[in-house]
């Protein structure tokens, strides 16, 4: 469990940085040419604009495939590559990759997020990424996965993320100058995973992140409860928010977040931005997420009936540049008052998560 406040002050609030926004017309109000490479000014303002705003992490989406195929299709690079590069240029904010556990190799993986917890100095997230259809897996040469084989796909590399995460004992590194000896090799363990389609061997090539373990957050229709420390729940209403963050935490989950879509008055109303961005590409109102059109105090009255039933959100702006100017001055204001972390605070210390004991240590602490 968190000790996290209760309430509207408690709320804990990610932000969605990927591309231009959540609209698939968000480009258009950009400024860069249709189908130009998003460059890393942009990342880098989005980033520290959230930062200043208080939210407590980023996430970045991703995909094996690109994010669209029409004239505002633009590459990118992976989502970790840019949680890394975010992560020098900023002092307190979490920042959490999607990676997808079907299309990158395990031991990978776990390396790339704990090497992010130490660029980061302790805010690193994973949102774990469940593309698993033909044309997702044909980019690394694999078949479609049945959901059966992602649901058990999902599991082993979780778990054996969070093995390689504890292969280093916190003490592990010694650097002994007398002896020579840099670590201590009794304090660094083999994992010996075997999973249904894979086995690691460990250990991780990278000492004990700072965080002792990455803050995992789990889309709710993976189904991987009980292994997240926290839950992204999509419903489309309030009543199956409500049942579905129950479930999570009987599962075993500590926190739980809502999927909530921004489209904020601006210069321009809410709907009035809505219907233009709708009129150059469409945009689903069934993707089993929230939808907030329209004020900053409505959406601010939105969330307060949230705080009831989870622990934090997820925004995601319709798009970022209009969108993202607004929550920073007409909404977090009444939301992080002055519960904002300073720089140093782990993304654990921000969300209230305990710092997990490491397996290997606490096991031979028990056998002596």
Not at 143 to 150: E, F, G, H, K, Q
Not at 318 to 340: H, I, K, N, S
């Amino acid at each position: 469990m968190t000790d996290r406040e209760t309430g509207l002050a408690g709320l804990r609030l990610a932000l969605e940085a990927d591309g231009d926004g959540a609209h698939p017309a968000a480009w258009r109000h950009s400024g860069r040419a249709p189908g130009a490479v998003l460059g890393p000014r942009a990342l880098r303002d989005v980033v520290a604009a959230a930062e200043g705003a208080g939210f407590d992490l980023v996430t970045f989406a991703d995909s094996p495939l690109p994010p669209g195929t029409g004239p505002g299709a633009a590459g990118r690079l992976e989502a970790g590559t840019r949680a890394s590069y975010a992560a020098p240029l900023t002092g307190r904010i979490g920042l959490a990759p999607t990676l997808h556990v079907a299309t990158t190799e395990p031991f990978h993986l776990a390396t790339q997020l704990a090497s992010l917890d130490h660029a980061s100095h302790g805010r690193a997230g994973w949102v774990v990424g469940g593309a698993s259809d033909h044309d997702d897996l044909a980019t690394v040469g694999g078949a479609a996965l049945p959901a059966a084989a992602l649901a058990r796909e999902t599991a082993d590399v979780i778990d054996t993320a969070r093995a390689l995460w504890d292969s280093w004992e916190d003490d592990a590194v010694i650097k002994d100058v007398a002896s020579g000896r840099f670590l201590d090799p009794s304090r660094v363990h083999h994992i010996d995973f075997e999973g249904a389609s894979f086995t690691v061997k460990g250990p991780l090539i990278t000492p004990r992140p700072p965080q002792g373990q990455i803050v995992v957050l789990a889309p709710d229709t993976l189904d991987v409860d009980a292994r997240a420390d926290v839950v992204l729940v999509g419903r489309p209403d309030l009543a199956a928010v409500a049942t579905r963050a129950a479930k999570a935490r009987e599962a075993g989950a500590p926190l739980v977040f809502a999927e909530v879509e921004v489209v904020l008055d601006a210069a321009v109303p809410a709907t009035d931005r809505l219907a233009e961005l709708d009129g150059a590409a469409a945009w689903p109102p069934d993707q089993g997420r929230l939808r907030h059109v329209g004020s900053p105090e409505s959406l601010l009255e939105l969330l307060r009936e949230l705080a009831d039933s989870v622990d934090g959100v997820r925004l995601r702006p319709a798009v970022l540049a209009v969108d993202l100017p607004v929550l920073a001055e007409q909404v977090l204001p009444e939301l992080t008052g002055a519960r904002v972390p300073g720089a140093g605070a782990t993304l654990r210390d921000t969300l209230g998560l305990a710092r997990p004991a490491n397996r290997y240590a606490a096991a031979a602490a028990t056998n002596a």
